[in-house]
């Protein structure tokens, strides 16, 4: 029951109406101001102006919170062993969905001939098709997330996403094949949409950013491994037999999942403690500190709307958004063209050229080893110096590195692979371009998730959306950009619009706080 050494988590817990501010973490129907106490401090303080209110709430028995700050039902004080395996599961899971997109790659001309296609546009749609679920998965995801909790929609995508793995496999012609990578897709968003949100349900801010590496590595990362083993198969069992192999591996993480993962989310914790007491005691007045009053219908259609506002109305989540939109478009769109440039320029086999994908992974790799080291360190080092108050945008520094390598890699991809230099020098310009993505992908993805707390989801399924969508899109074009401009004019196209987006990370390093807390860009639900 809530007490008064708790009094910082029941403040305000239900709404003073049926709208809350969300902009810069500022919950003001969240009773979570212990778990995310340096988050929402101004909103706390804010709050605690209406001394009379918060003592009376303070004082009501019937409100259902955390047994003091050290609750071991509390995610943020689960054991670390505890953690390590709940984020290593998450960070799997991650890794596996995103392999399902371009896995089958280099397998797509075989494809085409058993289907008797020859078209060009579709070739390249039955690859990025995939990547329309993650459009439309995360509008479904984000909210069940934030109404039933993260276990039932993770077990439940992760079961939906082998059935149609398989149903790939077996598809009988080109259509179904379709159908069935969009439904994949769908049920593979939920680890894109809710892991974020999932780890900063465990792991406290100031330990935040290896865990988020971890977990930022998996979309990247897997889009390149696919390539690798999916030309092998390809060329040694046929293109069917990635879908067969992609369906083992996800069935096992799948029984992992269920078998080792545990409810992470706080408000759905603290309704089934709610629902228990309800039953031991009697009383059926008990409430969670976090329960908002609205029945599930109007909080689906509440949370159903939250990402697209936070995507539009908020400037910040609208224009990183944009960018990593941009920059995932641009990785997608290699994927479905370097086949043909490793294959017809430097006369790589159908398995070998998945090997051309490796100059992505290992900068990724480089990328991690390196945020995972100073990103954390350089949040306490800029916390320290500005007198123990953080702030979100302190994520923001490593972003500037992505900034520089994304139109660097382009321009020497284009011009390397332009001029048949040796396939070495291209694979070397990928990789600045991994070192790019994970910079960027997992700073935004660390700065949405500080920044908006118990929102991540819908912060980072707005995210997903606009990004998955580019990574739709883009790839239809590229064929014919490549056609008419060349490799490196195309190429140096692409660094152009990354070097106009490149002075973001400065901007919202210096604004980002004044915009969050502006009440012209306050987000209303």
């Known amino acids: 029951m809530a007490n008064a050494d708790n009094s910082l988590a029941l403040v305000d817990s239900k709404p003073h109406d049926e709208t809350s ?24 303080g804010a709050v605690l102006s209406e001394k009379q209110e ?78 329309l679920g993650y459009c439309f998965g995360p509008l479904l995801v984000a909210p069940l997330s934030e109404m039933y909790g993260r276990m ?54 100031e330990k935040r950013g290896g865990a988020m590496a971890a977990w930022a590595l998996g979309p990247l990362l897997g889009p390149v491994i696919g390539p690798v083993a999916g030309g092998y198969l390809a060329q040694a069992k046929g ?67 939250r990402p697209t506002k936070m995507l539009f109305l908020s400037p910040i989540v609208f224009l990183l958004s944009l960018y990593t939109a941009v920059i995932y478009g641009y990785l997608y769109l290699l994927f479905t063209t370097m086949t043909e440039v490793f294959e017809q320029n430097y006369g790589f086999s159908q398995g070998s050229v998945g090997l051309a994908y490796l100059g992505i992974g290992i900068g990724s790799i480089m990328g991690l080893l390196m945020l995972g080291i100073i990103s954390d360190r350089l949040l306490k080092y800029l916390t320290e110096k500005n007198g123990g108050a953080s702030k979100p945008e302190y994520r923001l520094p490593p972003m500037v590195v992505g900034s520089v390598c994304v139109p660097l890699a382009l321009f020497w991809y284009g011009w390397t692979a332009e001029k048949h230099d040796h396939w070495i020098l291209p694979i070397i310009g990928t990789a600045f371009l991994g070192v790019g993505m994970l910079c960027t992908f997992m700073t935004v993805s660390t700065y949405l998730v500080d920044a908006y707390t118990v929102y991540a989801a819908s912060a980072m399924a707005a995210n997903t959306v606009f990004r998955s969508l580019a990574g739709a899109v883009l790839p239809l074009a590229g064929g014919k950009m490549y056609a008419t401009l060349g490799l490196g004019w195309g190429n140096s196209l692409l660094g152009f619009i990354a070097l106009a987006l490149s002075p973001l990370p400065f901007i919202f390093y210096k604004y980002g706080e004044r915009i969050r807390t502006s009440k012209r860009f306050r987000v209303q639900f």
């Open 239 to 305: 293109w069917r037999w990635t879908f067969w192999v992609l369906a083992m591996a996800s069935g096992a993480v799948a029984i992992n999942t269920i078998v080792f993962m545990r409810e992470s989310y706080a408000p759905t914790i603290l309704q089934r403690k709610t629902n228990r007491l309800r039953k031991e005691t009697g009383n059926s007045n008990l409430r969670s500190a976090l329960d908002t009053g609205r029945s599930p219908k109007e909080l689906f259609l509440f949370s159903i709307v």
């Open 54 to 131: 918060m003592e009376a709430t303070v004082r009501d028995p019937d409100i259902v919170d955390w047994d003091g700050p050290d609750d071991p039902e509390n995610p943020l004080n689960w054991p670390r062993k505890k953690k390590v395996v709940a984020t290593a599961t998450i960070s799997l899971i991650t890794l596996l969905t995103p392999l399902g997109s371009s896995m089958f790659a280099p397998g797509v001309p075989q494809v085409m001939a058993d289907f008797h296609s020859s078209n060009l546009e579709l070739a390249s749609f039955v690859v990025s098709v995939y990547l």
């Open 21 to 44: 501010a969300v902009e810069g973490s500022v919950d003001h129907s969240s009773a979570e101001a212990t778990q995310y106490q340096d988050v929402e401090r101004d909103a706390v």
């Open 152 to 205: 039932p929609i993770y077990n439940v995508c992760n079961i939906l996403y082998v059935v149609f793995t398989v149903a790939c496999a077996v598809a009988p012609d080109m259509a179904s094949l379709i159908v069935f990578r969009l439904f994949a897709g769908i049920a593979g968003s939920s680890p894109l949409t809710i892991g974020a949100g999932s780890i900063s349900d465990m792991i406290r801010q």
